[in-house]
């Protein structure tokens, strides 16, 4: 009987605490990132499970917090990502004068929209991007240490990496968010993903980056 007991409790407990967590406000802090014209905006819950990044809201439908941020006329680029959003900004603009109110206006949107952004975000998704259920066996295995040693670092940035393709010794890789336009993103991918790559599969690979 006692064990029924605890038993029950315990579940009562954890439905409590889903429930607080499910209800918890949202809150949002800002972060520079290494791109000069990119601001991380970090939620303390998820805000989807997929990638999307757009340049204008006739890219979207139904994603009520882009089409509100796109309100702005000096935001040019927004993307998002697990926990974060990272916008990118005109170069006439200093961040100082506008971080916090965007900030805030992000906070607002979470905070009073249950449906602020769509379920579906396969219509926004990269177009020249190929399935990875579609990738050969070489992608797979590169995609797979991209995702290891890469992709962390690089979210952590405000960004993504993506790989695009494998041609030979030609790795091809999108780069998005704060990693698009990046000063540095060159030294990253010589640096750190191709200089990875060559040491874990071949020698001879060279990486190329797009940008959407």
């Not at 967590?21 to 972060?31: C, H, P, W």
């Not at 926004?124 to 066996?137: A, R, W």
């Not at 962390?152 to 993506?162: K, L, M, Q, S, T």
Request: aromatic share 8%.
């Amino acid at each position: 009987m006692k064990f029924l007991i605890d038993f029950i409790s315990a579940i009562l407990y954890f439905v409590c605490i889903f429930t607080k967590i499910k209800n918890m406000l949202y809150s949002i802090y800002a972060e520079s990132t290494p791109n000069p014209e990119v601001m991380k905006f970090v939620a303390n819950r998820p805000l989807t499970a997929n990638s999307i990044e757009v340049t204008s809201e006739d890219e979207v439908k139904d994603h009520l917090i882009i089409i509100e941020l796109f309100k702005f006329t000096y935001i040019k680029k927004i993307y998002i990502n697990n926990n974060f959003i990272s916008i990118t900004k005109n170069s006439e603009e200093k961040w100082e004068n506008i971080v916090m109110h965007i900030r805030n206006y992000i906070t607002d949107i979470l905070n009073n929209n249950k449906n602020f952004i769509s379920k579906n975000n396969d219509t926004v998704q990269h177009k020249n991007l190929k399935n990875n259920n579609s990738f050969s066996n070489s992608e797979k295995e590169i995609e797979k240490i991209l995702n290891e040693y890469i992709r962390p670092a690089v979210e952590g940035d405000g960004g993504e990496i993506a790989l695009k393709s494998v041609e030979g010794n030609i790795v091809t890789v999108i780069m998005k968010g704060a990693c698009s336009g990046c000063p540095s993103a060159s030294i990253t991918l010589k640096n750190g993903v191709e200089h990875l790559l060559q040491t874990k599969i071949n020698k001879d690979i060279k990486v190329v980056a797009e940008e959407i």
